[in-house]
């Protein structure tokens, strides 16, 4: 089972910029498409950035040309720069497989945007 941990969330003021990372466990990362999802309070959960296997990348229409993502498969590791940051973009960011998703979740972080 694939573990996953995330850091690098923290408080920003609204236009500042934070790079979020992803250590998953296994030997089988290179393979999986990975992506960001987030959560703010009372809302689902739903998918920011995707990366493939092959680099291919899909963005939520509410972050493109603010966020990038991308891996490195060296390191077993997703990150996810977040340039200009509004106060909506306040959520738990989670990392997970995409588009299919592991079983499991890991644990988040918080990124909270002030205005």
């Known amino acids: 089972q694939v573990q996953l941990v995330e850091s690098g969330g923290g408080l920003v003021q609204a236009g500042g910029s934070l790079r979020l990372s992803c250590a998953a466990s296994g030997s089988t990362f290179r393979f999986n498409g990975m992506g960001w999802y987030r959560q703010a309070p009372g809302k689902e959960r739903d998918l920011v950035a995707g990366i493939t296997s092959g680099a291919s990348m899909k963005y939520a229409d509410s972050v493109k040309g603010r966020f990038t993502i991308s891996r490195d498969n060296a390191k077993n590791t997703v990150y996810l720069q977040m340039n200009s940051l509004k106060p909506e973009d306040t959520a738990v960011y989670y990392c997970?497989?995409?588009?299919?998703?592991?079983?499991?979740w890991g644990q988040g972080t918080q990124v909270t945007v002030s205005s």
């Open positions: 997970n497989g995409y588009p299919l998703r592991f079983a499991s």
